[in-house]
C-alpha cells in the first residue's frame, strides 16, 4: 500500500509541476508564487514527495455551490473555542457523506487529481469553518483515522500553511492555499511535518500580507494503512 501511496506524486504530476514551477522561479512572494522554504533543496524533497498547490482548482460558481452545500449543518453549530485535542480554534465542522450531484462531480475530481487509483477513501468528507479570528496549530494528522493522502479545498479566503519538520524546527515550507486552491499532502509532507493555518496577525507569505477572512475547508482523506503484521 506504501507503494501505491507513493505513486500518487505521479498521478498528480501536473499538479506537483505547477507548484514546482511557480515554487521555483521567480523571487521569493513574487505573483504566481505559492511556495516558499528555509531552503531550496527541502522544496525540491517536499515536491517531489507529493506536497502541492492547485491554484483557481475552483471555479467561482463551483466555490458558491460547494459553500451554500455546507452552510446550512454549519450554521447549526456554534463557533467552539478549542478542538478536543487542542489543535484548532474558533471553528465549526461537519462530515458529510452526501452531496448534490454537482458537487459529488467537484470532489470526484478532487480525488482524481489527488490519490492513488484503487486507493480506498473514505466516504466522509470533512468541512472545516474557521472564523476570522481562528486557527490550527502544528499537528500531524492521527494515521489512525486517515492514510497517505489529505487533500482540501480552501473557500471564502486565502491562508497559510506552514509545514515544519519534527526532526529540524528550522527545516520550514510556506504554502500559499489562495482561494478556491486545491491543497495536497503527501510524503513526507504528510507524515514527517507538521502543518498548520497561520493566525490573521501571522498571515504572511514572502513577506506580503495575506488578509485571513472566514475560511471553509472541505478536506478529502483515504483510508488508514492496514497494520503491518508483527
Known sequence: MQSRCALGARRAHYAARRCAERALHGREGAPGQVAAASSEAL????VAGGASVVPGFLSEEEEALLAREVEAPLRRGRYQDAHWDGVIHRYRETERSHWSKESQEILQRVR?????PGVPQ??????????KTG????????????????????????????????QNVHDWLDLLLERRSLYILRGPA???????ILKDEESFFGGRKIPRERRISVICRNLPLPSTPP
Request: proline share 3%; aromatic share 8%.
Open 190 to 196: 504528510r507524515y514527517e511535518f507538521t502543518h498548520e
Open 122 to 131: 473514505l466516504a466522509q468528507v470533512h468541512v472545516l469553518d474557521l472564523d
Open 43 to 46: 522544496l525540491r524533497r517536499l
Open 112 to 116: 482524481d487529481t489527488a490519490f492513488p
Open 135 to 166: 486557527y490550527i496549530k502544528p499537528h500531524i494528522d492521527s494515521v489512525k483515522f486517515c492514510g497517505c493522502t489529505i487533500a482540501g479545498l480552501s473557500l471564502l479566503s486565502s491562508s497559510v500553511m506552514r509545514l515544519v519538520s519534527e
